[in-house]
């Protein structure tokens, strides 16, 4: 009997390892994001995954940075329409070294929320300097031997004042001596876990996620004759608010729509989970985003290349937000497409795989169908 109970094991194993290639790893996209993920990239600070897009871009295509440090593709000298993907994430920069070899970092962005912070607390951390990274952790008090006011306190949430990094160094000369530089980025230690159910979780992955999925479709299509006209772009200080405009406008978004004529834009990113009526939800297929109270053309042709498919798509309308008010103004038809994520801005963002894999199958279907 346990000879047969362990044999029962033993095949189970192989089938479930027979087929995990072809459920996870096999995805190319897959792959792509596990080479981008560990890179932090916070608002002005993204020239490193940059970099790292660019070795991984097939060749025959134009190829440009702009100021805010952007990368934009594209075919032939007309770009009529843009497929863009945020690169940039809520981190941190070092603000200041104590004399006794403390890291002190602040934020170039409002946090998400209000407790966005006590994330950090006795965690890793990778500071991102000149000489390569360095890591260090976030020191955790002792709570038994704080005092009644400061456990109240930190109880109420834990704010930057709150933080120091240790690496390790006995004094600001030690720190120094290490590499370490004021302004030099800061972000957690992250790593990608599997959960069941095909979902995938990790700190950032909404900002890691879709700049795969869009080196993934280029490389796709790279010898299709339906690449006239189109432009994609991973967009740098997409987070960044523009200043003396209406509305909160993404300044990298806001920077290339300037710069390039266009005529439809599609941003790939993600949108959080929302389980109300009307909300995007895990699991029930990718998802596109308007302003406007009905679709537009660009909206209609991914709704109906959706149907024909049979890919199930939810459909949200009169979403105003940063990504596309760049683009309303001028009158350009502009979309968000994306997927649902749960506990977006914390360590467990989580995706759906079977979500994924149909928006990745719902971009490349229309890249090669698009309407000319």
Same mark, same amino acid.
């Given at each position: 009997?346990?000879?047969? +109970? ?9 089938? &479930?390892?027979?087929?995990? !290639? ?15 993920? $560990?890179?932090?990239? !916070? ?28 990368l ?16 940039d994430?809520?981190?941190?920069? =070092? ?9 002190? &970092? ?5 946090? #998400? ?11 890793? =951390?990778?500071?991102?300097? +000149? ?6 952790? =976030? ?23 709150d933080?120091? &990094? ?15 530089r ?5 972000? /957690? ?8 159910? /095909? ?11 879709? !700049?795969? @999925? ?5 490389s ?42 266009? +005529? ?7 949108w ?9 939800? @895990?699991?029930?297929? #990718? ?7 009905? #679709? ?8 109906? @290349? ?5 890919i199930e ?12 008010? #760049? ?13 649902? &994520? ?5 360590p ?7 979500? =994924? ?13 698009? $309407?000319?």
């Open positions: 009997m346990e000879r047969k +109970k362990r044999l029962k094991l033993l095949l189970l194993g192989t089938f &479930i390892l027979s087929w995990l !290639p072809n459920l996870i790893y096999g995805q190319e996209w897959l792959n792509i994001l596990d080479r981008i993920y $560990p890179f932090g990239s !916070p608002s002005g600070y993204e020239h490193a995954i940059i970099n790292e897009i660019k070795s991984l871009l097939p060749t025959g295509w134009s190829v440009r940075i702009d100021n805010l440090g952007s934009i593709v594209f075919s032939g000298e007309k770009i009529e329409f843009l497929l863009a993907s945020p690169v994430e809520i981190g941190y920069f =070092v603000s200041g070294l104590t004399c006794d070899g403390y890291i002190r &970092i602040d934020r170039a962005l409002n946090a #998400p929320y209000r407790l966005f912070d006590n994330h950090l607390m006795g965690h890793g =951390v990778i500071i991102w300097t +000149k000489n390569g990274p360095i890591r260090g952790i =976030v020191a955790q008090p002792a709570v038994h031997i704080l005092t009644r006011d400061r456990r109240e306190q930190l109880e109420r949430g834990v704010s930057l004042d933080i120091y &990094i240790d690496v390790g160094a006995r004094s600001d000369a030690e720190a120094k001596a290490k590499g370490i004021i302004l030099d980025a800061v972000t /957690r230690e992250r790593k990608l876990t599997l959960l069941g159910f /095909r979902r995938l979780s990790g700190l950032a992955l909404s900002d890691k996620l879709f !700049p795969s @999925l869009l080196i993934s479709a280029i796709t299509i790279q010898n299709s004759a339906q690449t006239k006209g189109l432009s994609f772009a991973w967009v740098a200080q997409a987070r960044v608010n523009a200043r003396g405009v209406k509305g909160a406008q993404s300044l990298g978004l806001l920077n290339i729509k300037n710069r390039f004529p266009l +005529k439809k834009a599609i941003i790939l990113t993600g959080p989970e929302d389980e109300t009526k009307e909300g995007a939800k @895990l699991g029930q297929g #990718p998802v596109v985003i308007f302003a406007e109270p009905s #679709p537009s053309a660009l909206a209609e042709s991914f709704i109906k @290349l959706a149907s024909a498919e049979k798509l939810q459909v949200l309308s009169g979403k105003e937000n940063s990504w596309l008010r #760049p683009f309303q103004s001028e009158g350009v038809e502009a979309i968000i497409l994306g997927v649902s &994520i749960r506990d977006i801005f914390t467990a963002e989580t995706v759906s795989l079977n979500d =994924v894999n149909n928006l990745f199958k719902l971009i490349t279907f229309w890249i090669k169908r698009r $309407p000319q």
